[in-house]
């Protein structure tokens, strides 16, 4: 596999509250992506952070990338009722087709 | 127009009935995925298409089949539905050295 510790993890936090979600992963990967799917729907790409950048930031996220420990963040500030999502963290494993998606990270921000 | 859409939303199948699930895009892509997704796991890649070429990965090489008759259809089909084939089937769909992939709703399979 080319997940580490990534289990499905549950988060509720309330809105307007910051929050960060981490993976790991075991091999090799030329980008982490971060995705998004909300209920009913499939997946929605977030972010992209390549191998040679530490950070990226995109409106209100934030994703980091530690090649050395192979471990990335997403940190979502100010966040919202509607952020309620799973989000999920996808690697290449240097495959130029396929990505490799983590169990997820359940998030609830209550109104 | 970013769109990719999966036939039918709802399936319910029985034991050892075949399924087909249909998949469309029209950004003229040329790689075409398959995911299996359960609860509370990740998104399982079953299959791709780049062009032509179907690739299917090794743990599931015997369980689906596809065809992708043109560029914007591809189709992910069960030849005898198990029980543990209940899930939500996910398509989606890349150019080749892009990552990012952009998915359909997905297709709920039900096998009873």
């Known amino acids: 596999s080319q997940w580490g510790e990534e289990n499905l993890q549950a988060l509720s936090i309330q809105e307007g509250e910051d929050v960060t979600m981490n993976c790991s992963y075991k091999?090799?990967?030329?980008?982490v992506q971060w995705y998004r799917q909300k209920s009913g729907k499939g997946p929605a790409q977030l972010i992209l952070i390549r191998s040679n950048e530490r950070e990226k930031r995109s409106g209100r996220l934030r994703a980091t990338l530690d090649t050395s420990s192979q471990s990335s963040s997403l940190s979502i500030t100010g966040t919202l009722a509607t952020d309620t999502a799973v989000y999920f963290c996808a690697t290449d494993a240097l495959s130029n087709n396929r990505i490799f998606f983590g169990d997820g990270t359940q998030l609830v921000v209550k109104p | 127009d970013t769109t990719v859409k999966q036939n039918p939303r709802y399936k319910l199948a029985r034991v050892g009935k075949p399924v087909n699930l249909i998949c469309s895009q029209t950004?003229?892509?040329?790689?075409m995925y398959w995911y299996q997704k359960k609860p509370n796991q990740a998104p399982k890649l079953l299959l791709f298409y780049y062009d032509k070429i179907l690739n299917r990965e090794a743990d599931t090489f015997e369980k689906f089949q596809s065809s992708r008759p043109n560029n914007s259809f591809c189709s992910l089909y069960i030849g005898s539905a198990g029980l543990e084939y209940s899930a939500m089937y996910l398509c989606?769909?890349?150019?080749?050295?892009?990552?990012?992939?952009?998915f359909g709703p997905g297709t709920r399979l039900t096998v009873l």
């Open positions: 091999t090799y990967t030329t980008v």
């Open positions: 950004m003229n892509h040329d790689t």
């Open positions: 989606a769909s890349s150019n080749r050295g892009y990552a990012e992939q952009f």
